[in-house]
């Protein structure tokens, strides 16, 4: 009966398609609708794809810090700014294994590596080493992601040869504002790495940061490119700007990104990518547990959650736990949504997860909505 009602909603003109043709302008009205109507549409959407009460906890661990020669201008580990942070080899297998069972036991259910450097060319050892925590990580049955700089072909093979779930690699803003904030890299060979992660059939994981001094323009450009990927990244991580005193970024930007335009991207993200899963990623200690409330409800099913992000602080696990008690959430278990499913794999039970009359009152609103140029 339920699948019935389901099925007549996702057909009416107000249930939300998989798209990777949207033009800016389509975007641009999307992110600027009155708030309270965009956040109603994106749960919506979020409803429709996801079990709104599921929120996966993810583990970050800097493998290797610090003495990056790329000069991302906003980034604590560039080697050409004075951050304070201190270079350091990559951690040992033993050790990083350590840190991962800890995420297991706390109750993460993905574990995500990040090593600061510009790619992997000439790091065979390196490599080696990486794989093998790869395996061992897997092994533990948690999802397991690393962010290594740029890969080529073979190497996005090895990766997926060794069991790795997602490889993390973000345009970081739109294509115009990009050299502003670096230099060492162009967009195209960002582009290129994610086509050779895809082409390894690993899972893309791939977004964003606000609050670097760009315009609203560029955070619809940078949802524009992530939304017309052949397919849309399996998972965008939306980071608000952590500002590191020392780095360019840091010492320029005096306001954090306030937290309306925060929000805005996230229910953008949602309604132009309905499957994905929507990382409320970096920054979140900035904001109130009101605030991301907020943002959960607007599509974001995803957080980083532990002792740190990479160089900076995160949201504790004991700090999650409250929350989830307080407002209801649960735990996302690994590989337990699968965004490649026709349905949603849903634990919940219909009637918690998905409110036909939400769709009905959108379309009792069409006529209004069309009025006022918001109709999508
Ligand atoms: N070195 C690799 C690379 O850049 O591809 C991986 C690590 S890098 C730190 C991963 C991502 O973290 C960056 O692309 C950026 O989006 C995000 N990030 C880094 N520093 C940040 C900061 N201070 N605030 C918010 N996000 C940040
Ligand atoms: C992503 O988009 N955000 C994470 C993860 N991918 C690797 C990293 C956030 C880093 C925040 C700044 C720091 O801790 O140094
Ligand atoms: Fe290096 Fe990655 Fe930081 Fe850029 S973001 S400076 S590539 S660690």
Redesign the pocket.
Known sequence: MFGAIRHQIRKSSTSAAIRNDWTREQIGKIYHMPLIELVFRAATVHRQFHDPRKIQQCTLLSIKTGG?????K?????SRYSTGVKASRLMKVEDIMEKAHIAKAKGSTRFCM?????DLNGRTRTFKNILEVIKQVRALNMEVCV?L?MLDEHQAKDLKDAGLTAYNHNLDTSPEYYPKI?S??SYDERLNTIDNIRKAGIKVCSGGILGLGEKEQDRIGLIHSLANMPSHPESVPINALVPIPGTPIGDMVKKPVGFHSFLRAIATARICMPKTIIRFSAGRTQFSETEQVMAFMAGANSVFTGEKMLTTPSVTWDQDSQLFHKWGFHNLESFEYDEGAEEPNFTLPPKNRFRPDHAEALKAARPQLEAQGLAM
């Open positions: 990056c020669t790329e000069d991302c906003y980034c604590s580990q560039s990040g090593s600061a450097w510009r962010t700089g670096i060492t890299r």
